[in-house]
């Protein structure tokens, strides 16, 4: 090899060299730090209902327009029991429909039924059974030792029972009045048109306009009536716990609901015979936790 070559490369493997030795590799490290995290949620109490709006269409007089479900989410960030349910039937039917073709006259509420998780059996939150101008033939109203002042029919759907109602002192709102009901589908006979088990009415002292009942047996088994001083009609209710009604049996949830779970209420619309065909009026369902 020519000695000018190899002084060359023994030249550049010195000077390699030596650049190695002075370059210098720094490390570095990755920085950091903490900080904590702390997140405090306020207390609101709220429920939401899904959907917002139920509709039964065509529905044929003597039948079930068909269930559906409504959804009850606490929506809120506490537990909430005592989870109760009311329709404004009252402030909805405040004229006696009986006899007119305006649909609009009877409540939507009215035909309302509702079943909970619970009980599995449907409920009226609210239905308005009016008194019967007219004589009821081949009646009985000895069950009532009270003067009788109004009858009427219960019509649940395909089938109508016979009631009666004794008037207080001075009214039935008045803690002596009386209200019965046959057990039997009316079928035009004494038999079916005798009421039997006997409801003696009390009057709530936070609302003297009305006076309550609550039935463990019978036709209207565990419902409960409110009646006004008038005698005019008779409010058939259930998981009504507004201070204006006599509470009347057990909340629409026994449990307490925690945030963020569900239930489901299972409504239907049970349409009587002899009501005019049409939209009826319009109601609201409140459900209401404390």
């Known amino acids: 090899m020519n000695e000018k070559i190899m002084l060359l490369l023994v030249l550049l493997a010195i000077s390699i060299a030596f650049l190695l030795s002075t370059v210098s590799i720094t490390v570095f490290a990755a920085a950091s730090n903490t900080t904590d995290i702390d997140v405090n949620v306020s207390t609101i109490s709220q429920i939401t209902l899904y959907p917002n709006y139920l509709n039964w269409s065509q529905v044929i007089v003597g039948t079930a327009g068909g269930h559906k479900n409504i959804t009850v989410k606490n929506t809120g960030s506490v537990n909430v029991t005592n989870i109760y349910g009311w329709v404004n039937t009252l402030e909805k039917e405040i004229v006696r429909p009986y006899g007119s073709s305006y649909p609009e006259n009877y409540s939507a509420g009215g035909v309302l039924t509702i079943m909970n998780e619970t009980e599995q059996k449907y409920f009226y939150l609210g239905r308005i059974e009016w008194n019967w101008t007219q004589d009821i033939p081949s009646h009985d109203w000895s069950i009532i030792t009270k003067p009788v002042v109004t ?16 008037n207080g002192t001075t009214g039935c709102n ?3 009045a009386q209200f019965a009901i046959e057990d039997d589908i009316d079928l035009g006979t004494i038999a079916t048109r005798k009421p039997e088990n006997p409801v003696d009415l009390t009057t709530a002292t936070y609302n003297t306009n009305w006076s ?23 409010f058939i209710y259930k998981f009504d716990r507004r201070s204006s009604f006599l509470d009347c049996g057990k909340d629409i949830y026994n449990s307490s609901l ?24 319009r109601t609201t369902l409140t459900i209401e936790a404390t």
């Open 151 to 166: 009858w009427g029919y219960f019509r649940n759907m395909s089938d109508d029972y016979v009631w009666v109602l004794g």
């Open 174 to 176: 008045d803690s002596d």
């Open 212 to 234: 309550y009942g609550q039935f463990t047996s019978g036709t209207l088994v565990d419902h409960c009536i409110a009646v006004p001083y008038d005698c005019q009609k008779i």
């Open 258 to 281: 925690t945030p963020g779970g569900t239930f489901i209420l299972r409504v239907d619309a049970w349409i009587p015979r002899g009501i005019p065909a049409g939209n009826l009026n």
